[in-house]
């Protein structure tokens, strides 16, 4: 079935390359950023309902809609995880390297910022998540390295949306990036669970690269030998280590901590005025003390009479 007449291909289709977006909150976050590159848009019966906005977008633009079974868009999309929904856009231009060192250079002093590097994370699941953990925390930039997943439907549907906020930017090995970065102040921790400083424990610098390894080999020794620290995440000991992803997680949400910590608080709220406006409600005032009640007569003390 399909909801919009048939049309022209859209004129920015051609010799554009596209990307297939599933997944409910993936789709919704491309549709808030960037509505002008979303190129077709297929969704089933039941969650017809919760895109109605999107669709009629979709009509004002003459961007085709169609509407198919859940089995029909299993094909389309090319896995069953796709929430009922998927989006064939545009894909984003690829930033470079320029582009990050221009952001770099316009830090302000004392302005705290964190990147990611991922080398050898070839799960476009775990890929997903970090990309979710980085846009949470306000990472705008997760460099890829070595043979880290592309941003394949997989690990965009993972991300939850993410990925509209961090950008996964492909460094090569990442060894020269990092190196620049180092010179604009930077400093590149790596996470290893044999580390002698323990996060939480430890001061966190002001701007960081975080590099996470993939979990059988973790970081290679090119990179692992620029890093300023290592550091490790404590636990029970129970096992070695963590999932990368949740590792990202704990670690950026330390850093996020750290940044939370160094803003300047607001002042407290003055006490208010004695001349209140009309009509205001104050605070009970506190109970005056009561004179203690007679006790009982002494023995050469005739008893009280009461007043009638």
Same mark, same amino acid.
Request: proline share 8%; hydrophobic share 40%; net charge positive.
């Given at each position: 079935?399909?909801?919009?007449?048939?049309?022209?291909?859209?004129?920015?289709?051609?010799?554009?390359?596209?990307?297939?977006?599933?997944?409910?909150?993936?789709?919704?976050?491309?549709?808030?950023?960037?509505?002008?590159?979303?190129?077709?848009?297929?969704?089933?019966?039941?969650?017809?309902?919760?895109?109605?906005?999107?669709?009629?977008?979709?009509?004002?633009?003459?961007?085709?809609?169609?509407?198919?079974?859940?089995?029909?868009?299993?094909?389309?999309?090319?896995?069953?995880?796709?929430?009922?929904?998927?989006?064939?856009?545009?894909?984003?231009?690829?930033?470079?390297?320029?582009?990050?060192?221009?952001?770099?250079?316009?830090?302000?002093?004392?302005?705290?910022?964190?990147?990611?590097?991922?080398?050898?994370?070839?799960?476009?699941?775990?890929?997903?998540?970090?990309?979710?953990?980085?846009?949470?925390?306000?990472?705008?930039?997760?460099?890829?390295?070595?043979?880290?997943?592309?941003?394949?439907?997989?690990? &965009?549907?993972?991300?939850?949306?993410?990925?509209?906020?961090?950008?996964?930017?492909?460094?090569?090995?990442?060894?020269?990036?990092?190196?620049?970065?180092?010179?604009?102040?930077?400093?590149?921790?790596?996470?290893?669970?044999?580390?002698?400083?323990?996060?939480?424990?430890?001061? &966190?610098?002001?701007?960081?690269?975080?590099?996470?390894?993939?979990?059988?080999?973790?970081?290679?020794?090119?990179?692992?030998?620029?890093?300023?620290?290592?550091?490790?995440?404590?636990?029970?000991?129970?096992?070695?280590?963590?999932?990368?992803?949740?590792?990202?997680?704990?670690?950026?949400?330390?850093?996020?901590?750290?940044?939370?910590?160094?803003?300047?608080?607001?002042?407290?709220?003055?006490?208010?005025?004695?001349?209140?406006?009309?009509?205001?409600?104050?605070?009970?005032?506190?109970?005056?003390?009561?004179?203690?009640?007679?006790?009982?007569?002494?023995?050469?003390?005739?008893?009280?009479?009461?007043?009638?």
């Amino acid at each position: 079935m399909t909801g919009a007449p048939a049309s022209p291909r859209h004129p920015r289709e051609h010799n554009e390359p596209e990307h297939k977006v599933a997944g409910r909150n993936a789709c919704r976050a491309l549709f808030s950023r960037r509505p002008d590159d979303i190129r077709r848009v297929y969704v089933t019966e039941e969650t017809l309902p919760l895109f109605k906005d999107v669709l009629k977008a979709c009509a004002e633009r003459r961007v085709a809609y169609h509407v198919k079974t859940a089995a029909d868009l299993d094909q389309i999309a090319e896995t069953m995880h796709h929430d009922g929904v998927l989006f064939l856009a545009r894909r984003q231009a690829e930033g470079d390297v320029a582009a990050l060192l221009g952001w770099a250079d316009r830090l302000q002093p004392g302005q705290r910022a964190v990147l990611v590097l991922l080398e050898g994370v070839k799960n476009p699941h775990n890929l997903g998540a970090i990309l979710r953990v980085c846009a949470h925390f306000g990472v705008p930039f997760c460099l890829r390295a070595g043979d880290t997943a592309e941003l394949s439907p997989a690990a &965009m549907r993972t991300a939850e949306g993410g990925a509209e906020f961090t950008r996964l930017l492909d460094v090569d090995d990442g060894r020269d990036v990092l190196l620049a970065l180092q010179a604009r102040g930077f400093s590149l921790l790596a996470t290893s669970s044999h580390a002698s400083l323990s996060l939480g424990r430890s001061p &966190m610098p002001e701007r960081v690269v975080v590099l996470f390894g993939s979990e059988g080999e973790g970081l290679s020794r090119r990179l692992l030998g620029l890093a300023d620290d290592t550091i490790a995440i404590p636990g029970s000991g129970a096992l070695e280590s963590l999932n990368v992803a949740c590792a990202s997680s704990v670690v950026l949400w330390e850093l996020w901590q750290g940044s939370q910590r160094a803003r300047p608080r607001a002042p407290a709220p003055s006490a208010p005025s004695s001349s209140s406006r009309a009509g205001e409600r104050h605070a009970p005032r506190p109970e005056q003390a009561r004179p203690p009640r007679p006790g009982p007569a002494r023995p050469d003390q005739p008893p009280r009479r009461r007043g009638v």
